[in-house]
């Protein structure tokens, strides 16, 4: 039932979106919001009293969800997530992933990182402020959409499966909405990049991070992500809980 309605939620999620109206994405996300923090409840994982940042929240609809319970909350973006038009309690401060993060080492217990990753262009170093902020063995909360899976050209999609040069002029053909001439160029200011669930598994090892698990969102498997050739066009969504090992 709950892919039902994850499913229907996601065809709505559009409407009134691009005429300034947030209301059926916000309801998408806060609905993704409740899966993780159940999933992570599975794995004995509660933010209950905990110091939290979320990153590039975008609309911002996972936010009110998350920040239920914690200590202290403070989500982040380059611009101002719409969910403070329904709720400014939430903290909200503007920077740049991928520049230094304005906070003091070991600032915080747990950080999500949500869909971002396969919009940084290198990814090391918002690992590396991550872990910098990250208190030691803090978790982080990583997902995103495996590039080579139905979701992962995002915009682009399914053409990204023909190569860029096609999947770029397939979309202005097709998509009139989107009129972008690379990938990197597709976002604005953020582009999108080729994320796999292994070379993302590597790097996240490399930045000195342990794994303690990692699964597929909808449905949710553990095994799917971790078939390897086949878990890269299977997994939709892939998450990954690190510890950090500082």
Not at 8 to 17: D, E, F, M, V
Not at 54 to 74: H, M, N, R, W
Not at 187 to 202: A, E, P, T
Not at 207 to 230: T, V
């Amino acid at each position: 039932m709950k892919l039902i309605k994850f499913i229907k939620l996601a065809k709505r999620r559009q409407i009134g979106y691009f005429k300034g109206n947030p209301t059926n994405y916000i309801k998408f996300q806060n609905f993704q919001a409740k899966e993780i923090l159940s999933e992570l409840k599975k794995r004995n994982v509660n933010l209950h009293g905990k110091t939290v940042l979320e990153l590039a929240v975008g609309t911002g609809g996972y936010s009110p969800v998350f920040k239920q319970g914690c200590k202290d909350y403070i989500m982040n973006d380059i611009t101002r997530p719409a969910i403070l038009d329904i709720d400014n309690s939430i903290k909200f401060k503007k920077f740049d992933v991928t520049k230094k993060y304005p906070f003091e080492d070991n600032s915080f217990d747990f950080v999500f990182s949500c869909s971002l990753i396969e919009h940084v262009k290198d990814p090391k170093k918002m690992m590396d402020e991550i872990k910098r902020v990250l208190k030691p063995n803090g978790l982080l909360y990583l997902s995103f959409p495996p590039f080579y899976s139905p979701v992962g050209g995002h915009y682009f999609k399914p053409f990204h499966y023909f190569g860029e040069k096609i999947a770029v002029e397939l979309t202005k053909i097709f998509k009139h909405s989107v009129n972008a001439d690379s990938y990197s160029k597709g976002f604005g200011s953020f582009g999108l990049y080729i994320r796999k669930i292994g070379s993302v598994r590597r790097l996240i090892k490399k930045e000195g991070f342990s794994i303690i698990d990692y699964w597929a969102r909808y449905p949710s498997w553990s095994f799917i992500a971790k078939i390897p050739i086949l878990n890269e066009i299977l997994t939709w969504h892939v998450c990954f809980l690190c510890k950090n090992k500082k």
